[in-house]
């Protein structure tokens, strides 16, 4: 979400940190990993709104079956252009996307985690693909 390995590991720190101080606070109506999900995403927005831009992703390497370096350099392409479109999402498709698409969320748990109805999960993730998909187009 954040687009920066070094960031998210800050944020995945102070979530635990706070999720360690919060943790008499926590009434168990919804499951653990759900709550931390919820600390984590919002600190994660919290970053996004406090930086304002985005900031270039980390490198990922990519390999081909055939091992064939126009097919490395094509993969690592495609997966650039991925990451990009991902990384101009605005903050609440973004998150939407990647706890569904990355983390495996269920639509009930992301409307949990980000505060709202299951419909308006749907949309953001509706908007979020068409908007991902029009950029690598």
Not at 4 to 27: I, K, N, P
Not at 33 to 44: A, D, E, G, P, S
Not at 70 to 78: K, M
Request: proline share 1%; net charge neutral; aromatic share 6%.
């Amino acid at each position: 979400m954040l687009g920066s390995r070094a960031d998210a590991e800050d944020v995945t720190q102070d979530t635990f940190v706070r999720a360690w101080r919060s943790l008499d606070r926590f009434r168990a109506q919804s499951a653990l990993n759900t709550w931390l999900y919820r600390i984590v995403t919002r600190r994660c927005l919290d970053a996004l709104a406090a930086r304002r831009t985005t900031e270039q992703l980390d490198a990922a390497s990519t390999e081909s079956a055939e091992g064939e370096p126009a097919g490395i350099v094509e993969q690592r392409e495609q997966l650039e252009s991925v990451k990009r479109a991902i990384a101009g999402l605005p903050a609440d498709q973004r998150a939407a996307l990647v706890l569904r698409e990355f983390e495996g969320l269920s639509y009930d748990e992301l409307a949990d985690v980000l505060g709202t109805s299951v419909a308006s999960i749907k949309g953001r993730l509706h908007r979020a693909r068409l908007s991902v998909l029009r950029t690598i187009g």
